[in-house]
């Protein structure tokens, strides 16, 4: 056969394809699956990470990715962030997320996210996707239409917002008890960015235990909601990092921890919902040298997951509050082992995932 002119010669794809597994086993991510239907566009990529604890859980995000390589280099990371939350949560799960490249706005939406289901299903149960950016409710339910592998859907776990902000709430309580030798959160004050469905309920949390809260978001109506239902104090967007505060809890961007940031925070502690606040792994020494508290994000973030989870395992949301209710003494533990290796909070909590994941994965198996 004559190759033409447009297709790549077996040389060129031959030096390609190290750099891509080169990626992939980075971080030793166990698999890596791409999925392409021209007939809805549909391209798609799901990988896990580590599954030595369970099947891999995390979501599908729909986003306008720069590149292809952008969009793995995005899954690769939150699927890896995924095996350490459900570690340190100390949950049956490994790690896993899948990415659909294209417009998250577009409403024709029921035969990508069919072809989605389609690819969790091939995975035999390795892999099960649940909402994230870009997705909702409704597509969990297209999604459902083609595989059993999915969390998150209508009349099931139900909007994993108060769970998670409970959990943040906790974590917040650990950190005062960490800093200040008590865990009272009265008379305490604390900057909320972000008043989304988490921030509003942690700023619920914290107001009902007679915290002082400021809060900020680049929409106004969201704002004034907290203040009105709340009793919140609002705060412009632009101005949250020099609000002198007791506490920041970051529940909106991530990478909001960076060169530019940590050098004007007035707080005590750092803790908050938003994934990846950290712009680069360096900042969480940046702000050891400031003297701040910094709770990891995964690790205090991990309720939205356990409430997931409920799903799969029958859980109450009692009992889901009671597990997200653990990230105190999580943190505690983590807080302590940073202090006894003389490394930072974000590399104790990494380390502690890893002896979890580690541990089990060392077991024999004594049956079939």
């Known amino acids: 056969m004559t190759q033409s002119a447009t297709e790549p010669a077996a040389e060129e794809m031959r030096e390609a394809m190290p750099e891509l597994f ?14 392409y239907e021209p007939s809805c566009d549909y391209r798609g990529i799901i990988a896990i990470h580590d599954s030595s604890l369970g099947p891999a859980l995390g979501g599908t995000r ?6 292809d390589s952008e969009a793995l280099i995005d ?5 890896r962030g995924m095996t350490y939350k459900a570690a340190v949560a100390g949950l049956n799960l490994g790690g896993g997320k899948s990415v659909i490249i294209g417009d998250n706005r577009t409403t024709h939406r029921e035969m990508i996210m069919r072809t989605h289901g389609r690819a969790v299903e091939s995975l035999g149960g390795r892999y099960i996707t649940a909402e994230d950016v870009g997705t909702s409710v409704e597509d969990m339910t ?15 776990s139900g909007d994993p917002s108060p769970v998670t902000a409970y959990g ?14 008590s865990d009272e959160l009265s008379g305490r004050s604390v900057m909320v960015q972000g008043a989304g469905h988490v921030g509003y309920f942690l700023a619920q949390d914290l107001v009902d235990e007679g915290a002082k809260v400021f809060i900020a978001d680049i929409d106004a109506e969201r704002v004034q909601r907290a203040c009105d239902d709340l009793g919140c104090e609002a705060v412009p967007a632009a101005d949250v990092f020099d609000v002198d505060a007791d506490v920041l809890a970051p529940c909106a961007l991530g990478a909001i921890l960076n060169d530019d940031t940590i050098p004007t925070l007035k707080v005590d502690i750092v803790a908050g919902a938003a994934n990846n606040q950290l712009a680069h792994s360096r900042h969480a020494a940046a702000i050891k040298d400031r003297g701040i508290l910094y709770a990891p994000d995964y690790v205090i973030n991990a309720g939205g997951l356990i409430n997931v989870y409920s799903e799969l395992v029958g859980w ?33 909590a990494d380390r502690l995932a890893m002896q979890r994941v580690e541990g089990v994965a060392k077991l024999h198996r004594t049956f079939l």
């Open 22 to 35: 080169d990626l992939i086993g980075q971080h030793e991510h166990e698999q890596v699956l791409f999925t």
């Open 62 to 67: 729909f986003w306008s990715y720069a590149s």
């Open 75 to 79: 899954v690769l990371r939150l699927a």
């Open 142 to 156: 297209y999604i459902g239409m083609e595989t059993e592998h999915v969390v998150g859907m209508a009349g099931k």
């Open 168 to 181: 943040v709430y906790r974590g917040i309580k650990a950190c005062a008890y960490r800093r200040y030798g």
């Open 316 to 348: 109450t949301l009692d009992r889901s509050k009671r597990k997200a209710a653990e990230i105190y003494t999580t943190l505690l533990h983590i807080f302590e082992l940073a202090e006894a290796e003389g490394v930072t909070s974000a590399e104790a």
